[in-house]
């Protein structure tokens, strides 16, 4: 059974750091491509990025700069480095996969997904 568990949010103050992870089962993680979205309650998805199997990264231009996935498939684990830390970076952040070495930037057609880690930044 396929598994994304999400950890490592929290409250983290203006200019901060957090690093979120995605512990994956059930699936050859090294093979296929991963990403991350995050939602605000009332709004709708927002891609954040993407990592593919050769470990490529795309990232939205909200976040370019600030955040860094990577990758460790002898843990089976997708990590998300938030720096600068912004307000308007609060949000449920997800991680998900299609099973396919590559995957696309809308969250909205990704196929299986984590149950979310909230983080707030606030002073």
């Known amino acids: 059974q396929l598994q994304l568990v999400e950890s490592g949010g929290g409250l983290v103050q203006p200019g901060g750091s957090l690093r979120l992870s995605c512990v994956a089962s059930g699936f050859t993680f090294a093979n296929y491509a991963l990403g991350w979205a995050r939602q605000v309650p009332g709004e709708g998805l927002e891609w954040v990025g993407n990592?593919?199997?050769?470990?490529?990264?795309y990232y939205a231009d909200s976040v370019k700069g600030r955040f860094t996935i990577s990758r460790d498939n002898a843990k089976k684990t997708l990590y998300l480095h938030l720096n600068s830390l912004k307000p308007e970076d609060t949000a449920v952040y997800y991680c998900?996969?299609?099973?396919?070495?590559?995957?696309?930037?809308?969250?909205?057609?990704?196929?299986?997904w984590g149950q979310g880690t909230q983080v707030t930044v606030s002073s």
């Open positions: 998900a996969t299609d099973l396919y070495p590559v995957i696309g930037i809308d969250p909205n057609d990704w196929d299986y």
């Open positions: 990592i593919y199997d050769d470990r490529t990264t």
